[in-house]
Structure formats: structure tokens, C-alpha cells
């Protein structure tokens, strides 16, 4: 399997048209969060009616993968915690927060961004049930933050990481976790785009302005994963 993976594109309409112009080229593309900008001049309405817009035009190409990050918790549960309500509205071919994919031999698990006990224990439970059904391939999740006291979490100042994801991944040892958040991490000192975990493998492409975004191309049939951005490159084996 061939997958484009990029995260934190926060509503940049241009590399949303490169992902698009590349996406049939590929077995899916996956999208680890932060699709919208929380803090940007466009109406969240808006951003939301594009995106939404714009997984149903990917979907045509290829599989699409995609889950929540911080910035795109923009309504609340009737519990009261915040939550990507609006991802209920993408095209139903595309896999999103609380599904799994099978692609091939690999099964893909898109976590949400958990906002507190509710939406954390739920995160817990599907990651326990996708467990049983583990693949003869690869598991993947796709999971926004990064693991903490992880270069892949690091701003060049502190960790920005998610410790329960430390614990998730020391007690289902996934295969692959594809994440994002740390936009700074693959480009400062001791920072970086991956890390090893015991077995498990975390990535984060960071983020970079212009009409192409920081991204991987991971290939399971040749083992190897690509890093681009427009300031150095990168790879590494499966």
C-alpha cells in the first residue's frame, strides 16, 4: 500500500488543491487533524462547508482517512464536551473519528481529539475492540498529538505531546502512529519528524506555509517513508 499522509493543513486552500491534485495516485490519503483554522479570518461555517466539500471530492480519487484535532472541535456533545460535530457531515466513504479501515493487509484506526473522561474513554475503548481484529499487516492509527517526551512532540522549548497516548501505544503496540500538533517538532534541535516507541513507530511531518504541505509518503510494499518539506527532506525504513 502507498499513503500520502499530512496534518495541520488548517483551512490552507492551496495545499488542499495540491492533496487533491496527487490523491489518485495513491491506496488513501490521511489527514491526522486540524483541518480547520480556530484562529483564522474565514467563518468556521464556511471552512466547515469546504472541507466537507472538499473529503467528498478526495473520495472520488482514492480512500480518505481522516480524523480531529484541537482546532476542529467546534460544538459540544450533550455530555458538554467539545467535539468535531461536524465531521458526521463528510461523505460517508470517508473513514473518520471512532472507524477503521481495512486497506489490504493493513487496518487504519482514526482517533478522535479526546476533550475530557467521556470522549478519552471512548478513544480507549475503540482502540481495545480494533485490538481483537488486529491485521496480518500493519496497524496505523492516526492520532493528532504526538506521543509526550517524544522529539516528534518537541517545540524547541518544551514537549507538547499527549502522555495517554504513551500509555495507549505501551499497551496495544501499534505498528504505525501517524500524528501532527507540534507544527515546529521535525525542524528544531532535538526535535523530529519520527521516533521509535519499543516497536511502534510515531511520525510527524510538521507543518510549512506555501501551496504544498509537509508531508510523508509511507509505502508498505517497498518499506520505505518519504519526509518532504521546503526545507530538507528526509528517509527512513519501515
Partial sequence: MRYLVASDLHYALPQLDWIADQA???????????????AGRADLSAQIALTVAFFG???????????????????????????????SRIDERVTRDGESYRCGDDL???????EADASRGELEAQLAEAAESRPA????????????????????HRHYGDDVLNRLIETHRPDIVLTGHVHEA????????HDRIGETLVLNAGRQPGPIPAHLILDTTTGEIDWWTFEGNGSISL
Avoid at 481522516?66 to 467546534?74: A, E, F, I, Q, R
Avoid at 496497524?139 to 509526550?148: K, L, Q, T
Wanted: net charge negative; charged share 25%; hydrophobic share 40%.
Fill in 24 to 38: 489518485d495516485a495513491f491506496d488513501a490519503v490521511i489527514l491526522a487533524g486540524d483541518h480547520l483554522d480556530a
Fill in 57 to 87: 471530492r478526495l473520495a472520488d480519487e482514492t480512500k480518505v482517512v481522516v480524523n480531529s484535532g484541537n482546532h476542529d472541535l467546534t460544538g459540544r456533545r450533550d455530555d458538554g464536551e467539545k467535539s468535531a460535530l461536524w465531521l
Fill in 108 to 114: 487504519i484506526t482514526a482517533c478522535a481529539w479526546w
Fill in 137 to 156: 499487516g500493519r496497524w496505523i492509527w492516526v492520532y493528532h498529538s504526538p506521543p509526550d517526551r517524544s522529539p516528534t512532540s518537541w517545540s524547541g
Fill in 186 to 193: 521535525p525542524f528544531r534541535p532535538d526535535g523530529s519528524w
